[in-house]
């Protein structure tokens, strides 16, 4: 399970390395003959066999369409500073008026998230996820404060994504979600980030070294996949993933090939992805304030 590891651990360390420190926020190929709209999840409708949308290639092509992807300014970033305390036994990660706190070690030998609190105002809620993590990596909150995303860890490190209501407490997990509409490949659920206005939430799913892109609309509970070329067989992870100010696109950081990272962006009104650019180590480093990991497994 070693590319497990880089989908939720190696990323996040590589940006400890390169001093992220607490500073948080949350393919070029032929297109098919008959690309499809993006595939909607919704009501048990999963249609893998007709998710043949084109993925474009525009990189060393003028496009009106499409901004330089290097220019940071046009991505949505939360701007309520994050602060977060990590040791061995606990994790403490705050965030506008929202606080998590999780009480760490082991039972039969095993990591375990003992214990998990979330604070907001003057509401307390005991989270009680279900199974229980062995550890917790990275949290999101929505812009309007109602809802927070976390990615807990389980067993050989597979990562886990889930919704919490910070109204009443409740929680959804997406990996169930997914199962519940029949989505194939829904052991993993990581990598997510808030749109900047509405309640929908972009994360990475699928199984080991093969992830696909999907939305989560809260409000309407729809899961929505992001179309892919007709042979598309996943992203061996996917690093982080950034909203447009005015949300009307998802930009995200998926490998493709050993190695080799490349930034694609989504157009829902046109079901359209387009690769964007290679990008260099050095140029990936530079979108690590965008990532929601804050190593706590």
């Not at 992220?20 to 926020?25: D, I, R, S, V």
């Not at 008959?34 to 043949?52: I, Y």
């Not at 991505?75 to 506008?96: A, M, S």
């Not at 910070?166 to 990996?175: A, I, K, R």
């Amino acid at each position: 399970m070693k590319r497990m590891l880089s989908i939720s651990v190696l990323f996040a360390l590589m940006l400890s390395l390169t001093a992220c420190g607490g500073e948080n926020k949350s393919t070029s190929v032929q297109p098919p003959e008959m690309p499809s709209k993006s595939e909607t999840l919704a009501n048990g409708d999963d249609s893998d066999n007709n998710n043949t949308e084109a993925v474009k290639n525009t990189e060393g092509h003028e496009s009106q369409k499409f901004t330089n992807p290097m220019e940071l300014s046009q991505y949505y970033l939360n701007d309520k500073p994050i602060t977060t305390k990590l040791d061995k036994d606990h994790i403490v990660w705050q965030q506008g008026s929202v606080k998590l706190t999780a009480s760490l070690g082991t039972s039969k030998g095993s990591p375990t998230v003992r214990t998990a609190t979330i604070e907001k105002k003057d509401q307390r809620f005991d989270l009680k996820l279900d199974p229980q993590p062995s550890g917790m990596t990275s949290a999101a909150l929505s812009a309007d404060e109602s809802y927070l995303a976390i990615e807990a860890s389980y067993h050989l490190g597979i990562p886990q994504t889930f919704i919490i209501n910070l109204n009443d407490g409740t929680w959804v997990s997406l990996v169930d979600e997914l199962k519940k509409n029949q989505a194939q490949q829904a052991d993993i659920t990581t990598t997510f980030a808030w749109s900047p206005e509405e309640r929908k939430l972009a994360f990475s799913c699928g199984e080991d070294a093969s992830l696909w892109l999907c939305t989560y609309d809260i409000d309407q509970k729809k899961l929505t996949k992001v179309p892919t070329e007709k042979d598309f067989t996943g992203y061996i992870s996917m690093a982080c993933i950034m909203w447009s100010k005015d949300g009307q696109s998802i930009s995200f950081i998926g490998e493709q090939g050993s190695d080799q990272m490349k930034i694609f962006r989504y157009t829902p009104a046109d079901s359209a992805v387009t690769k964007m650019k290679d990008l260099t180590r050095q140029e990936l480093d530079t979108f690590q304030k965008f990532s929601p990991y804050f190593l706590g497994s």
